[in-house]
């Protein structure tokens, strides 16, 4: 294809170095690299430095009408959850590695025994409205999930565990912990944890951010339109002039948008069709393994999944790998009754992993007393996407062992008010989280409002609790395999399969490194990705 001469112009100079084409072939050249290897390489390095300009359009689900940026209340759907990173900042933000940057914060510091965080903000950032950060504002935008009715989780979990917040002067927060947690600056980073000036009111409200994007205008769970703020502090993310993040429920209709050209990038496209993507023209799709896992919960504290061996029977009747294969289209790879993926700082290899065995499923089945009655799952694939066909699969497996599964199917409507923490089994998954203790805490503690499987270990507890204080990181990885094993024999989770997370995107994209602690790149995906030409 003919380049235009602007094309020609961006490629013949090494984005923002001051390196022309030309020096770098006669460099590579005088290296002893052939014409056409030097060739490749230039367009490899082009390709791979970020560019400014364009408009994204991004297309992906999960927004609903009631949807709003306010940190206390966020959802963590893939839509609003890009829209608020578009808008706002955390303190610190997560690397694609799973570590720790600077961001709102420019360093940190803890006292000897992990309790106290000093926090120093970067100088210079301005809101969108032009008034500058202080501490009070980082302050006050944290305490909102210690208030009554805050609703998101990791908020919740995160700063519930602070003894008190206070800015030491304008430019300095210190937070004190209840019980010492040296994982604190990672879980900054969460998606929730956004700051707004001090009192913000509405969220959704122009002005109020200081990330790359300035609101244009928002619809709840329909679209957000963002414009590039020229003051923005960081000058390696925010590359687009302009974001256009729509949301739109159906796989099929994200993926013909990516086909027909309304999309730049989709997310979740459908397993079963994204290998399509990547044989298409111009096409890509990126395969991200992640901690994203799926399961199903059964509750420790409600009959009949108070029997210890009927949960092992049933976890000895699935065979995880078809669910891979059939549920998953190979996007994956099987689970081992906890929740630490492979990818993980401190996952435990020396796990046996658990397969369908037909002889033990009898056995423990037999020694609960089970008597052949009807053991209903709940599901729904518009809250858990396919669940209805691995709770199918489970159903046939479990049949063959003389374990009667009823799989019944109820609407995503009320599902989390309605079923979810209160039936005694149903399906569910878990999105990742930076770190082990942050996911074993947040689904095995006996103190966490989203242990889905009601499970209540006191030396889990203390476990996690030595764990979060230990500076030595030998001891630390000792006490998180002990975790995940008393997880894995002792709760009622049925943990499946590890999901990779999909993004279907046109071949203009680049990026870096690709985050794996949510969908969509981390969901900063409008921060951190540029067009390439």
Same mark, same amino acid.
């Given at each position: 294809m003919?380049?235009?001469?602007?094309d020609?112009?961006?490629?013949?100079?090494f984005?923002?170095?001051?390196?022309?084409?030309?020096?770098?072939?006669?460099?590579?050249?005088?290296?002893?690299?052939?014409?056409?290897?030097?060739?490749q390489?230039?367009?490899?390095?082009?390709?791979?430095?970020?560019?400014k300009?364009?408009?994204?359009?991004?297309?992906?689900?999960?927004?609903g009408?009631?949807?709003?940026?306010?940190?206390?209340?966020?959802s963590?759907?893939?839509?609003i959850?890009?829209?608020?990173?578009?808008?706002?900042d955390?303190?610190?933000?997560?690397?694609a590695e799973?570590?720790?940057q600077?961001n709102?914060?420019?360093?940190?510091?803890?006292?000897?025994?992990?309790?106290?965080w000093?926090?120093?903000?970067k100088?210079?950032?301005e809101?969108?409205?032009?008034?500058?950060?202080?501490?009070?504002?980082?302050?006050?935008?944290?305490?909102?999930?210690?208030?009554?009715g805050?609703?998101?989780g990791?908020?919740?979990n995160i700063?519930?565990?602070?003894?008190?917040?206070?800015?030491?002067?304008s430019?300095?927060?210190?937070?004190?912990?209840k019980e010492a947690?040296?994982?604190?600056?990672?879980?900054l980073?969460?998606?929730?944890?956004?700051?707004?000036?001090?009192?913000?009111?509405?969220?959704?409200?122009?002005g109020?951010?200081?990330?790359?994007y300035?609101?244009?205008?928002?619809?709840?769970?329909?679209?957000?339109?963002?414009?590039?703020?020229?003051?923005?502090?960081?000058?390696?993310?925010?590359?687009?002039?302009?974001?256009?993040?729509g949301?739109?429920?159906?796989s099929?209709?994200?993926?013909?948008a990516?086909?027909?050209?309304?999309?730049? /990038?989709?997310? =979740?496209? %459908?397993? @079963? +069709?994204?290998?399509?993507?990547?044989?298409?023209?111009?096409?890509? *799709?990126?395969?991200?393994?992640?901690?994203?896992?799926?399961?199903?919960?059964?509750?420790?504290d409600a009959?009949?999944?108070?029997?210890?061996?009927?949960?092992?029977?049933?976890?000895y009747?699935?065979?995880?790998?078809?669910?891979?294969?059939?549920?998953l289209?190979?996007?994956?790879?099987?689970g081992?009754?906890?929740?630490?993926?492979?990818?993980?700082?401190?996952?435990?290899?020396?796990?046996?992993?658990?397969?369908?065995d037909?002889e033990?499923a009898?056995?423990?089945?037999?020694?609960?007393?089970?008597?052949?009655?009807?053991?209903?799952?709940?599901?729904?694939?518009?809250i858990?996407?396919?669940?209805?066909?691995?709770?199918?699969?489970?159903?046939?497996?479990?049949?063959d /062992?003389g374990? =009667?599964? %009823?799989v @019944? +199917?109820?609407?995503?409507?009320?599902?989390?008010?309605?079923?979810? *923490?209160k039936t005694?089994?149903?399906?569910?998954?878990q999105?990742p989280?930076?770190?082990?203790?942050?996911?074993?805490?947040?689904?095995?503690?006996?103190?966490?409002?989203?242990?889905?499987?009601g499970?209540?270990?006191?030396?889990?507890?203390?476990l996690?609790?030595?764990?979060?204080?230990?500076a030595?990181?030998?001891?630390?990885?000792q006490?998180?395999?002990?975790a995940?094993?008393?997880?894995?024999d002792?709760?009622?989770?049925?943990?499946l399969a590890?999901?990779?997370?999909?993004?279907?995107?046109?071949?203009?994209?680049g990026?870096?490194?690709?985050g794996?602690?949510?969908?969509?790149?981390?969901?900063r995906l409008?921060r951190k990705?540029?067009?390439?030409t």
């Amino acid at each position: 294809m003919e380049k235009s001469a602007g094309d020609r112009k961006s490629s013949d100079q090494f984005l923002g170095s001051g390196l022309s084409r030309r020096t770098f072939m006669q460099t590579a050249l005088a290296a002893g690299m052939s014409l056409y290897a030097s060739d490749q390489l230039w367009a490899q390095q082009v390709a791979s430095t970020p560019r400014k300009g364009g408009t994204l359009r991004l297309v992906c689900d999960g927004g609903g009408a009631t949807d709003t940026m306010e940190g206390k209340a966020s959802s963590g759907a893939d839509h609003i959850t890009c829209v608020q990173s578009s808008v706002y900042d955390t303190l610190v933000f997560p690397t694609a590695e799973g570590s720790v940057q600077s961001n709102l914060a420019e360093s940190w510091s803890s006292s000897s025994d992990g309790r106290t965080w000093e926090f120093k903000l970067k100088k210079g950032v301005e809101f969108h409205n032009g008034k500058s950060l202080t501490a009070s504002d980082v302050v006050w935008s944290l305490s909102q999930h210690a208030v009554p009715g805050a609703k998101n989780g990791d908020g919740r979990n995160i700063v519930g565990n602070f003894e008190s917040i206070r800015a030491d002067d304008s430019n300095t927060v210190i937070i004190v912990q209840k019980e010492a947690n040296r994982d604190l600056p990672i879980q900054l980073s969460a998606y929730a944890l956004l700051v707004a000036p001090e009192g913000t009111a509405n969220w959704n409200e122009p002005g109020r951010g200081t990330g790359p994007y300035m609101i244009e205008s928002f619809e709840p769970g329909v679209r957000f339109i963002g414009k590039k703020f020229q003051n923005f502090h960081r000058e390696d993310q925010g590359w687009f002039d302009s974001v256009d993040v729509g949301c739109v429920l159906e796989s099929a209709t994200r993926t013909n948008a990516l086909m027909t050209g309304a999309a730049d /990038v989709i997310g =979740n496209p %459908e397993p @079963k +069709t994204a290998k399509r993507l990547s044989k298409v023209g111009g096409k890509v *799709l990126e395969v991200v393994p992640s901690g994203q896992h799926f399961l199903t919960a059964m509750r420790c504290d409600a009959d009949p999944f108070t029997n210890e061996d009927l949960r092992l029977a049933i976890k000895y009747g699935i065979k995880r790998q078809e669910i891979v294969d059939k549920v998953l289209y190979g996007y994956g790879y099987v689970g081992n009754d906890h929740p630490i993926g492979k990818n993980y700082q401190y996952y435990n290899p020396d796990l046996e992993q658990r397969e369908f065995d037909p002889e033990k499923a009898r056995f423990h089945a037999k020694k609960s007393g089970y008597g052949g009655g009807v053991l209903e799952l709940k599901v729904s694939d518009g809250i858990v996407s396919g669940s209805v066909a691995y709770g199918q699969l489970m159903q046939a497996t479990l049949r063959d /062992v003389g374990i =009667n599964v %009823e799989v @019944k +199917t109820v609407p995503a409507d009320g599902y989390f008010s309605n079923v979810w *923490l209160k039936t005694p089994w149903c399906a569910s998954y878990q999105n990742p989280r930076p770190t082990a203790d942050w996911i074993l805490t947040n689904g095995y503690s006996s103190k966490s409002p989203f242990n889905d499987s009601g499970f209540n270990s006191p030396a889990l507890d203390k476990l996690l609790s030595s764990a979060r204080g230990e500076a030595d990181d030998q001891k630390r990885r000792q006490m998180y395999y002990e975790a995940q094993r008393i997880v894995r024999d002792g709760a009622g989770n049925t943990v499946l399969a590890f999901a990779n997370f999909l993004i279907g995107s046109t071949d203009r994209m680049g990026h870096g490194p690709i985050g794996a602690q949510r969908r969509l790149d981390d969901a900063r995906l409008t921060r951190k990705w540029w067009f390439k030409t």
